[in-house]
Protein backbone atom coordinates (compact mmCIF):
# COMPACT_ATOMS: atom_id res chain seq x y z
CA UNK A 1 0.00 0.00 0.00
CA UNK A 2 1.36 3.33 -1.45
CA UNK A 3 1.20 6.02 1.89
CA UNK A 4 -1.49 8.19 1.94
CA UNK A 5 -2.54 11.64 2.46
CA UNK A 6 -5.22 12.71 4.17
CA UNK A 7 -6.83 16.14 3.69
CA UNK A 8 -9.52 16.78 6.12
CA UNK A 9 -11.84 19.71 6.72
CA UNK A 10 -13.58 21.18 9.85
CA UNK A 11 -15.13 24.33 7.77
CA UNK A 12 -19.27 23.88 7.44
CA UNK A 13 -22.17 23.78 9.94
CA UNK A 14 -23.71 21.09 7.64
CA UNK A 15 -21.13 18.39 7.65
CA UNK A 16 -17.13 17.30 7.69
CA UNK A 17 -15.70 15.81 5.19
CA UNK A 18 -11.94 14.08 4.30
CA UNK A 19 -10.12 12.96 1.04
CA UNK A 20 -6.94 10.58 0.50
CA UNK A 21 -4.68 10.42 -2.16
CA UNK A 22 -1.11 9.13 -3.12
CA UNK A 23 2.29 11.26 -3.50
CA UNK A 24 1.62 12.13 -6.87
CA UNK A 25 -1.93 13.57 -6.32
CA UNK A 26 -4.17 10.42 -7.16
CA UNK A 27 -7.17 10.57 -5.39
CA UNK A 28 -8.09 7.47 -3.76
CA UNK A 29 -11.06 8.05 -1.36
CA UNK A 30 -13.52 10.83 0.39
CA UNK A 31 -15.51 10.22 3.01
CA UNK A 32 -18.36 13.08 4.30
CA UNK A 33 -20.03 13.27 7.65
CA UNK A 34 -23.29 14.68 7.37
CA UNK A 35 -25.36 16.94 9.93
CA UNK A 36 -21.91 16.03 11.68
CA UNK A 37 -19.87 19.21 11.94
CA UNK A 38 -16.03 19.26 13.68
CA UNK A 39 -15.00 22.32 15.52
CA UNK A 40 -12.05 22.82 17.85
CA UNK A 41 -13.84 24.84 20.69
CA UNK A 42 -17.74 24.58 19.71
CA UNK A 43 -18.13 20.85 19.77
CA UNK A 44 -17.70 19.01 22.67
CA UNK A 45 -14.48 17.36 23.22
CA UNK A 46 -15.67 13.71 23.38
CA UNK A 47 -17.61 14.47 20.44
CA UNK A 48 -14.90 16.20 18.43
CA UNK A 49 -12.92 13.19 18.83
CA UNK A 50 -15.57 10.70 17.95
CA UNK A 51 -16.41 12.55 14.91
CA UNK A 52 -12.32 12.74 13.44
CA UNK A 53 -11.91 9.40 14.31
CA UNK A 54 -14.78 7.81 12.44
CA UNK A 55 -13.91 10.95 9.26
CA UNK A 56 -10.25 9.43 8.99
CA UNK A 57 -11.29 5.76 9.48
CA UNK A 58 -13.99 6.34 6.65
CA UNK A 59 -11.90 8.22 4.21
CA UNK A 60 -9.12 5.21 4.92
CA UNK A 61 -11.19 2.27 4.43
CA UNK A 62 -12.83 3.85 1.07
CA UNK A 63 -9.21 4.61 -0.04
CA UNK A 64 -8.87 1.06 0.65
CA UNK A 65 -6.41 0.99 3.30
CA UNK A 66 -6.95 0.49 6.92
CA UNK A 67 -5.78 2.47 10.40
CA UNK A 68 -3.02 -0.03 10.73
CA UNK A 69 -1.43 1.51 6.86
CA UNK A 70 -1.39 5.17 8.85
CA UNK A 71 1.42 4.71 10.35
CA UNK A 72 3.85 6.42 7.66
CA UNK A 73 0.95 8.67 6.34
CA UNK A 74 0.67 12.80 6.08
CA UNK A 75 -2.57 14.27 7.67
CA UNK A 76 -3.80 17.72 7.22
CA UNK A 77 -6.71 19.05 8.87
CA UNK A 78 -8.07 22.50 8.84
CA UNK A 79 -10.38 23.62 11.33
CA UNK A 80 -12.84 26.09 12.91
CA UNK A 81 -12.04 27.81 15.84
CA UNK A 82 -7.95 27.03 15.14
CA UNK A 83 -6.77 30.88 15.06
CA UNK A 84 -4.27 31.26 17.10
CA UNK A 85 -0.67 28.96 17.68
CA UNK A 86 -1.46 27.44 21.03
CA UNK A 87 -4.94 26.12 18.91
CA UNK A 88 -2.76 24.39 16.16
CA UNK A 89 0.80 23.68 18.28
CA UNK A 90 -0.60 22.56 21.59
CA UNK A 91 -4.47 21.85 22.21
CA UNK A 92 -5.23 20.01 18.82
CA UNK A 93 -2.31 17.42 19.32
CA UNK A 94 -3.35 16.88 22.82
CA UNK A 95 -6.75 15.62 21.29
CA UNK A 96 -5.45 13.70 18.40
CA UNK A 97 -3.64 11.87 20.65
CA UNK A 98 -6.29 10.78 22.64
CA UNK A 99 -7.58 9.26 19.47
CA UNK A 100 -5.25 6.23 19.39
CA UNK A 101 -4.17 6.20 15.77
CA UNK A 102 -0.53 5.83 15.07
CA UNK A 103 0.74 7.96 13.28
CA UNK A 104 5.19 8.69 12.94
CA UNK A 105 4.50 12.48 11.75
CA UNK A 106 3.52 15.17 13.18
CA UNK A 107 -0.03 15.73 12.15
CA UNK A 108 -0.29 19.22 10.57
CA UNK A 109 -3.33 21.25 11.70
CA UNK A 110 -4.06 24.93 10.73
CA UNK A 111 -7.10 26.88 10.84
CA UNK A 112 -10.62 26.87 8.12
CA UNK A 113 -9.57 30.25 6.19
CA UNK A 114 -6.07 28.92 5.01
CA UNK A 115 -7.79 25.42 3.64
CA UNK A 116 -10.46 27.41 2.25
CA UNK A 117 -7.77 29.92 0.65
CA UNK A 118 -5.40 26.88 -0.41
CA UNK A 119 -8.81 25.02 -2.30
CA UNK A 120 -9.90 28.25 -3.88
CA UNK A 121 -6.66 29.92 -5.56
CA UNK A 122 -4.30 26.58 -5.81
CA UNK A 123 -1.72 29.59 -4.95
CA UNK A 124 0.18 30.46 -1.75
CA UNK A 125 -0.14 34.30 -2.64
CA UNK A 126 -3.66 36.50 -2.27
CA UNK A 127 -6.19 36.75 -0.04
CA UNK A 128 -9.52 35.59 1.58
CA UNK A 129 -13.09 36.25 3.29
CA UNK A 130 -14.39 34.39 5.29
CA UNK A 131 -17.74 35.36 6.39
CA UNK A 132 -19.91 32.46 8.23
CA UNK A 133 -20.97 32.03 11.66
CA UNK A 134 -18.00 34.11 11.88
CA UNK A 135 -15.36 36.42 10.29
CA UNK A 136 -12.05 36.20 9.48
CA UNK A 137 -9.84 37.65 6.81
CA UNK A 138 -6.83 36.48 5.87
CA UNK A 139 -3.53 37.25 3.54
CA UNK A 140 -1.49 34.38 1.90
CA UNK A 141 1.90 36.64 0.97
CA UNK A 142 5.53 35.73 1.03
CA UNK A 143 5.08 32.15 1.81
CA UNK A 144 3.29 32.99 4.97
CA UNK A 145 0.03 33.44 5.83
CA UNK A 146 -1.63 36.24 7.97
CA UNK A 147 -5.24 36.33 9.68
CA UNK A 148 -7.43 39.27 10.73
CA UNK A 149 -10.07 38.63 13.00
CA UNK A 150 -11.76 35.05 13.98
CA UNK A 151 -11.52 36.31 17.64
CA UNK A 152 -15.31 34.66 18.34
CA UNK A 153 -19.17 36.42 18.70
CA UNK A 154 -18.08 37.83 22.11
CA UNK A 155 -15.10 39.74 21.45
CA UNK A 156 -14.90 40.26 17.22
CA UNK A 157 -16.45 38.96 14.52
CA UNK A 158 -18.18 41.83 13.19
CA UNK A 159 -19.92 41.77 10.10
CA UNK A 160 -20.65 37.72 10.18
CA UNK A 161 -23.82 35.98 10.06
CA UNK A 162 -23.73 35.93 14.02
CA UNK A 163 -23.51 39.53 13.80
CA UNK A 164 -26.13 40.48 11.74
CA UNK A 165 -28.82 37.80 13.18
CA UNK A 166 -28.24 39.24 16.59
CA UNK A 167 -28.30 42.93 14.81
CA UNK A 168 -31.43 41.83 13.22
CA UNK A 169 -33.05 40.35 16.87
CA UNK A 170 -32.18 43.86 18.57
CA UNK A 171 -33.84 45.45 15.75
CA UNK A 172 -37.00 43.75 15.76
CA UNK A 173 -37.01 43.77 19.98
CA UNK A 174 -36.26 47.96 19.78
CA UNK A 175 -39.39 48.05 17.26
CA UNK A 176 -41.70 46.35 19.58
CA UNK A 177 -40.33 48.71 22.34
CA UNK A 178 -41.33 51.70 19.88
CA UNK A 179 -44.30 50.58 19.35
CA UNK A 180 -44.16 50.01 15.52
CA UNK A 181 -45.80 47.82 13.21
CA UNK A 182 -44.69 44.35 11.91
CA UNK A 183 -42.03 45.02 9.54
CA UNK A 184 -40.83 43.09 6.52
CA UNK A 185 -37.77 42.20 8.50
CA UNK A 186 -40.22 40.60 11.09
CA UNK A 187 -41.87 38.67 8.57
CA UNK A 188 -38.70 37.81 6.80
CA UNK A 189 -37.33 35.89 10.03
CA UNK A 190 -40.39 34.91 11.40
CA UNK A 191 -41.25 32.46 7.96
CA UNK A 192 -37.77 31.60 8.28
CA UNK A 193 -38.21 30.34 11.86
CA UNK A 194 -41.39 28.65 10.90
CA UNK A 195 -40.25 26.38 7.89
CA UNK A 196 -36.65 25.61 8.17
CA UNK A 197 -35.94 22.10 8.03
CA UNK A 198 -32.66 20.30 6.97
CA UNK A 199 -31.59 16.79 7.54
CA UNK A 200 -28.07 18.16 7.66
CA UNK A 201 -28.40 21.07 9.82
CA UNK A 202 -30.14 19.91 13.08
CA UNK A 203 -29.93 22.67 15.28
CA UNK A 204 -31.98 24.89 12.73
CA UNK A 205 -34.68 22.18 12.74
CA UNK A 206 -35.19 21.84 16.38
CA UNK A 207 -35.33 25.64 16.48
CA UNK A 208 -37.81 25.66 13.79
CA UNK A 209 -40.15 23.43 15.90
CA UNK A 210 -39.54 25.02 19.02
CA UNK A 211 -40.32 28.57 17.17
CA UNK A 212 -43.91 26.78 15.98
CA UNK A 213 -44.59 25.83 19.17
CA UNK A 214 -44.00 29.70 20.74
CA UNK A 215 -46.13 30.66 18.10
CA UNK A 216 -48.61 29.05 18.86
CA UNK A 217 -48.75 29.68 22.12
CA UNK A 218 -48.47 33.38 21.72
CA UNK A 219 -51.18 33.83 18.96
CA UNK A 220 -54.40 32.60 21.10
CA UNK A 221 -57.59 33.95 19.50
CA UNK A 222 -58.70 34.91 22.87
CA UNK A 223 -55.16 37.32 23.50
CA UNK A 224 -53.50 39.95 21.25
CA UNK A 225 -50.16 39.17 22.42
CA UNK A 226 -47.21 40.94 20.31
CA UNK A 227 -45.94 37.73 18.32
CA UNK A 228 -42.51 39.57 18.55
CA UNK A 229 -42.60 38.54 22.35
CA UNK A 230 -42.27 34.67 21.74
CA UNK A 231 -38.44 35.99 20.85
CA UNK A 232 -37.48 36.99 24.29
CA UNK A 233 -38.62 32.89 25.65
CA UNK A 234 -37.41 31.58 21.94
CA UNK A 235 -33.68 33.11 22.87
CA UNK A 236 -33.81 32.22 26.70
CA UNK A 237 -34.65 28.42 25.85
CA UNK A 238 -31.92 28.20 23.08
CA UNK A 239 -29.05 30.33 24.45
CA UNK A 240 -27.87 28.03 27.67
CA UNK A 241 -26.60 25.29 24.55
CA UNK A 242 -23.71 27.79 23.00
CA UNK A 243 -23.47 25.91 20.28
CA UNK A 244 -26.90 25.36 19.59
CA UNK A 245 -27.16 29.08 19.19
CA UNK A 246 -24.64 30.41 17.07
CA UNK A 247 -25.42 29.04 14.10
CA UNK A 248 -29.43 29.33 14.39
CA UNK A 249 -28.65 33.01 14.86
CA UNK A 250 -26.02 32.92 12.29
CA UNK A 251 -28.64 31.78 9.87
CA UNK A 252 -30.84 34.23 9.96
CA UNK A 253 -28.80 36.36 7.92
CA UNK A 254 -30.99 34.73 5.22
CA UNK A 255 -33.97 36.10 6.07
CA UNK A 256 -32.07 39.18 6.73
CA UNK A 257 -31.10 39.78 2.93
CA UNK A 258 -34.64 38.42 1.74
CA UNK A 259 -36.24 41.46 4.07
CA UNK A 260 -33.30 44.33 2.00
CA UNK A 261 -34.55 42.57 -1.27
CA UNK A 262 -37.89 43.83 -0.04
CA UNK A 263 -37.28 47.23 0.54
CA UNK A 264 -36.64 47.06 4.69
CA UNK A 265 -34.61 49.93 5.81
CA UNK A 266 -33.43 48.50 9.26
CA UNK A 267 -32.72 45.35 6.81
CA UNK A 268 -30.56 47.42 4.32
CA UNK A 269 -28.94 49.19 7.07
CA UNK A 270 -27.46 45.92 8.80
CA UNK A 271 -26.43 44.55 5.67
CA UNK A 272 -24.49 47.77 4.70
CA UNK A 273 -22.71 48.06 8.50
CA UNK A 274 -21.86 44.16 8.17
CA UNK A 275 -20.01 44.89 4.72
CA UNK A 276 -18.31 47.63 6.34
CA UNK A 277 -16.95 45.82 8.84
CA UNK A 278 -15.97 42.88 6.63
CA UNK A 279 -14.28 45.33 4.12
CA UNK A 280 -12.49 46.93 7.70
CA UNK A 281 -11.24 43.71 8.80
CA UNK A 282 -9.67 43.21 5.10
CA UNK A 283 -8.04 46.09 5.16
CA UNK A 284 -6.67 45.70 8.18
CA UNK A 285 -5.33 42.55 6.83
CA UNK A 286 -3.67 44.16 3.69
CA UNK A 287 -2.07 46.61 6.50
CA UNK A 288 -1.02 44.45 8.94
CA UNK A 289 0.60 42.06 5.63
CA UNK A 290 1.98 45.32 3.91
CA UNK A 291 0.27 44.54 0.84
CA UNK A 292 -2.37 46.78 -1.03
CA UNK A 293 -5.83 45.89 -1.18
CA UNK A 294 -7.57 44.06 -3.39
CA UNK A 295 -4.19 41.80 -3.09
CA UNK A 296 -5.32 38.73 -5.45
CA UNK A 297 -6.81 36.90 -6.21
CA UNK A 298 -9.20 37.32 -3.67
CA UNK A 299 -11.40 34.29 -2.39
CA UNK A 300 -15.01 34.69 -0.69
CA UNK A 301 -16.16 32.27 1.05
CA UNK A 302 -18.56 31.41 3.88
CA UNK A 303 -22.11 30.27 3.92
CA UNK A 304 -23.65 34.07 4.25
CA UNK A 305 -21.71 34.98 1.14
CA UNK A 306 -22.11 31.82 -0.70
CA UNK A 307 -25.74 31.84 -0.01
CA UNK A 308 -26.54 35.66 -0.35
CA UNK A 309 -26.06 36.91 -3.89
CA UNK A 310 -27.03 40.13 -2.54
CA UNK A 311 -25.05 40.20 0.46
CA UNK A 312 -22.04 39.19 -1.81
CA UNK A 313 -22.37 42.16 -4.12
CA UNK A 314 -22.75 44.62 -1.17
CA UNK A 315 -19.25 43.68 0.32
CA UNK A 316 -17.94 43.51 -3.02
CA UNK A 317 -18.97 47.36 -3.62
CA UNK A 318 -17.23 48.86 -0.83
CA UNK A 319 -14.39 46.45 -1.69
CA UNK A 320 -14.13 47.83 -5.24
CA UNK A 321 -14.25 51.49 -3.77
CA UNK A 322 -10.48 50.22 -1.82
CA UNK A 323 -9.53 48.57 -4.61
CA UNK A 324 -6.55 50.45 -6.54
CA UNK A 325 -7.26 48.08 -9.76
CA UNK A 326 -10.44 46.03 -10.90
CA UNK A 327 -10.16 42.49 -9.61
CA UNK A 328 -12.73 39.45 -10.12
CA UNK A 329 -12.96 37.71 -6.87
CA UNK A 330 -12.92 33.88 -6.59
CA UNK A 331 -16.63 32.79 -5.87
CA UNK A 332 -18.76 29.62 -4.82
CA UNK A 333 -19.34 29.55 -8.56
CA UNK A 334 -15.88 30.20 -10.00
CA UNK A 335 -14.82 26.87 -12.15
CA UNK A 336 -11.65 24.91 -10.22
CA UNK A 337 -12.30 25.66 -7.45
CA UNK A 338 -12.41 23.37 -4.83
CA UNK A 339 -13.65 22.19 -1.51
CA UNK A 340 -11.91 23.06 1.87
CA UNK A 341 -10.70 19.40 2.39
CA UNK A 342 -8.61 19.20 -1.07
CA UNK A 343 -6.79 22.23 0.33
CA UNK A 344 -6.09 20.34 3.35
CA UNK A 345 -4.96 17.51 1.41
CA UNK A 346 -2.51 19.80 -0.68
CA UNK A 347 -1.03 21.30 2.06
CA UNK A 348 -0.33 17.24 3.21
CA UNK A 349 0.91 16.88 0.04
CA UNK A 350 2.95 19.38 -0.08
CA UNK A 351 4.88 18.33 2.73
CA UNK A 352 3.67 20.90 5.33
CA UNK A 353 4.39 21.59 9.11
CA UNK A 354 1.84 23.02 11.51
CA UNK A 355 2.67 26.88 10.96
CA UNK A 356 5.02 26.08 7.56
CA UNK A 357 2.19 25.53 5.00
CA UNK A 358 3.56 24.46 1.76
CA UNK A 359 1.97 23.33 -1.74
CA UNK A 360 3.28 20.55 -3.76
CA UNK A 361 4.69 20.99 -7.29
CA UNK A 362 2.31 22.29 -9.99
CA UNK A 363 1.71 18.72 -11.59
CA UNK A 364 0.73 17.40 -8.10
CA UNK A 365 -2.13 20.25 -8.06
CA UNK A 366 -3.21 19.86 -11.40
CA UNK A 367 -4.15 16.33 -10.81
CA UNK A 368 -5.72 16.81 -7.89
CA UNK A 369 -7.85 19.50 -9.20
CA UNK A 370 -8.36 16.90 -12.24
CA UNK A 371 -9.61 14.08 -10.10
CA UNK A 372 -11.85 16.92 -7.74
CA UNK A 373 -13.59 18.13 -10.87
CA UNK A 374 -14.48 14.53 -11.78
CA UNK A 375 -15.79 13.81 -8.26
CA UNK A 376 -17.87 16.90 -8.24
CA UNK A 377 -19.62 15.44 -11.19
CA UNK A 378 -20.68 12.62 -9.05
CA UNK A 379 -21.53 14.71 -6.00
CA UNK A 380 -18.78 13.75 -3.66
CA UNK A 381 -18.17 15.67 -0.50
CA UNK A 382 -20.62 18.54 -2.24
CA UNK A 383 -23.60 19.76 -0.37
Avoid at 84 to 104: G, S, T
Avoid at 154 to 173: E, F, K, M, N, P
Avoid at 329 to 345: K, N, Q, S, V
Avoid at 368 to 375: E, K, N
Wanted: with cysteine; net charge neutral.
Amino acid sequence: MKSLYIGIEGVALTHSAAVAATADGTVMGTYRLSAEPISLHMVKRNVFRSRLFHLIKGVTGNAGATLNDLRDATICIGLSGVTFPYDAEEDFPNEFRRLDIIVDKDVICTGDAEIVFAAAAQSMTGSAIICAMGSTALIAHSGKFIRYGGWGPWIGDDGSGYWIGIQALRALAEQHDKGEPLSALWQAIDAWLMSSENDEFPDLTEASLLWRKLRARYSKKSQSWDPRTALFEFSSTIQPGTWEWRPVVSSLATPVVDAHAKGDPTATAILNRAARHLAMQYRGACAHAQVTPVYGPLVLSGGVLSRNRIFRSTLLSHLRKASESPFEPILPTTPGRMPPAFGALLFALGESQTGNLRLPPRPVVDRVVAAQHDLGRLGSLQK
